[in-house]
Each structure stands twice: as structure tokens, then as C-alpha cells.
């Protein structure tokens, strides 16, 4: 069986049989390389932390697969070197033999399982995986911990609401239910609002709770073409949150590319976006900072089920933090002491849970007093950024008078 360097399966391949080579077979294994690891960031210890990766390099290998057997590998370059955009390429393929009475059906499904294992999720971990568009193929790109649901301070009756909504959604009745009426196992979340909210923070926090990957997709790739997104949607990896930030940057109201040399179409978007043959139960979420921006059929029922408002951060939300940060017995009270103290201050003036975070980092060390003591550094940081952002503003308009400053906050969320 033959394995491209194309196929996702080839890297895959090659360290899978750096790790179970049998070294005192006939040849001997020799040649070897090294690629960059895949960053594991769910450990903390500097020490334990994997920058490379051993691999096979050229030559023939025998290795032994997850049932025992003994397979044979054979690495071997294809051809002259090809110039490309990134300087010279030689072409590389992995062939894989199997010794009777195993056949092709049983490499097929070494392969299988080689992305199976490598796509699996793990209690309180999960993958962030990028779509490769020249490759057309997913590629994970680093290991994280998930982060506490708890720790993401949203307005509760919002958070209850998208929890409640997708623990429906992935219950085996709703699955069945689906199934039975010919609709799309899929849903499709909308998270619209300011900058700083903790959109990132939640979708984090939900790949954690629910045993997800993460998938980021950039349609806004010089080379995606509708072609490359319908690829890229029917080969996610099972059990994942696939993500489509900023989709305001894509296309204008009258359905204009936004981006320059792109080949993506608004249709092949809208066709990607309704899930065309994907019922494998595939949670989908937009962000944008600016949902009037976008065309209506872009978030129409059945292309996006639940709208998600992220807003400036609230009296609540403000006491959330502070009881995240300072759980204790008189947490209460100090919650409710910081709320007014800062809303007193603000004068009206609005901040995002992003500024209040900074606050918090900045005070890790501080008692309780301390920290209410300094929170009239959150209003001079306010001022600071304010004044910095008029300077820059001030600066673009003389440089180009026709360029203005300012932008739009949706206002309410709604659920489709």
C-alpha cells in the first residue's frame, strides 16, 4: 500500500514505525530524522516538554502494528527535485508491505486506526487542529488542557442557555430524533459581540467540557477555494468544535470577496456552512465582533441555530470574577464592594472581562483589601488606552482624510 506524502496518514506513518521498529531485523534500520513535535501544552514542566520528533528517514524498516504483526516499510524518494514558491521540493512516498496471510484490507486498517489514535480526545485535553490547505488535510498543531467551564464568567442565564442547548443536542435522543426526520446531525453556533468578551475563552472551555478538538478554519486563505472548504468540512476529525473567526472579513453585504486573489465564493461558503453530506454530529461556531456586518442568509435558520451575545462586561460578571479569583469566606461581600466600587468609577464607561482579567493578573498576589485598594488603576488604565488609541486615530485621518474611525456593537442576541 502505497502512501503519499499528501496523505495524512504518511507522518503519521512514519513516526508510528520510528517508535515500534524492530532494530535487529535484516537490513538494519539506519537512517533516521527529526521534525518539529507537536507543542504539548497541557504540561507546565519546562522539562518534559517535546521540541522534536524522531521519524524514519530513507531505506527499507520492519516495525511491528498495534495487533503484533510484523510489517515492512519502505521510504523512498520520487523523482527530481521541483521548484516551488518555497524553494526546492523532492518528492517523498511510504510504501507498506504486509507478508500473506495479512492482505490490503489490513493495512487499510493499520492507516484507519493510525488517525483514529491520533484524532482520539482524552478526559480534560484536547487538539488544535488547522486545516492544511495546500496539502487538503488536517494537521494538529498543538496539545491543551481544557480550561474549567466555570472559569469563563459569562451572564449565567446565557452560559445555562448554550450548555443546556448543546447537552440536548449531543444526548442520543436528539441524534435519533434527527436521523429519523433526514436533518443534518450538525449545529451551528453564532458568538457576536465586543472584543476582549471571552469568546476564545469559551470555546476553549467547551472543547474541555464536552471531550471535543478544536478545528480552526481560515476560509480567508489567499488559496482556499470552494473546492478546498467542501474538503475541509467532509474531513474533520470525528468529535470536534470547528471554528470560523472573524467571518464579518470574508464577504461585504452585497456578497463581495473581501479578500484579495481569493477563489472562494459566497455560494461555496453558504453550501460549506449547511453541512452538505456532514451528519457525523459536528458542532460549528461563527465569531464575529460585528453581526450587522454580515449577510442575513449567512446566519439563517438551519446555517446557524443559536445566536450567542458577548457583551461589555456586567455588575454580575464583575462579581463572578472576583469570587473566581477570590473564593473565601468573605467573597460575597468583597464581590459586591469591587461591582459598585468599579461601576461608581466607570461614570458610565464600559470594559470588557478581558481589562478586568489584566486587573486580577496584575493583583495575584495581593490580598482582598489590597486588590480593591487598586481599583482605581483599572480606570487609569482605562484612560491610558483611551488616550493612546485618539493618538493613533488622530494620526490615521491626517495620513488619510478619508479614513475614519469607529465601529458597531451588536445589541441583542437571539436564538434561531
Known sequence: MELSSSAKCYGLAKTYIYQSLIHDAEPR????????????????????LCRVLGTIGLGLFSFVDYNG???????QVIGEPVGTNYGAVQYTNLILFAQYPLNGNHLADFCDELIKRSEATEEGKFSIYKFDVCRQYWSDTVRCKGRPIDSVILRQDIKDKLLSDLERFLSPKTKAYYESHGIPYR????????????KTSLIQALAGKFERNLCFLQPTHPKMTDDSLYTAIQTIPVKSIVVLEDVDSLFTKDRKCKVNESALTFSGLLNALDGVGDSSGQIYILST????NLDPALIRNGRVDLHVEFTYATKEQMKGMWKSFYPGENSEQHSNTFADTLSTLLEGRVIATAGLQHFFVRNMRSSPEEALADVPSIIADLDERSTTSAIAATE??????????????AEVGEES
Open 29 to 48: 534500520p539506519r537512517s533516521f530524522c527529526v521534525e518539529q513535535a507537536i507543542r504539548d501544552a497541557t504540561s507546565v514542566d519546562e522539562k518534559k
Open 69 to 75: 504483526n510484523v510489517l515492512r516499510a519502505l521510504h
Open 187 to 198: 449545529r451551528s453556533y453564532l458568538f457576536y459581540g465586543v472584543p476582549g468578551a471571552g
Open 289 to 292: 465582533n460585528l453581526r450587522d
Open 396 to 409: 490615521a485621518i491626517v495620513e488619510d482624510p478619508s479614513n475614519t474611525a469607529g465601529g458597531e456593537v
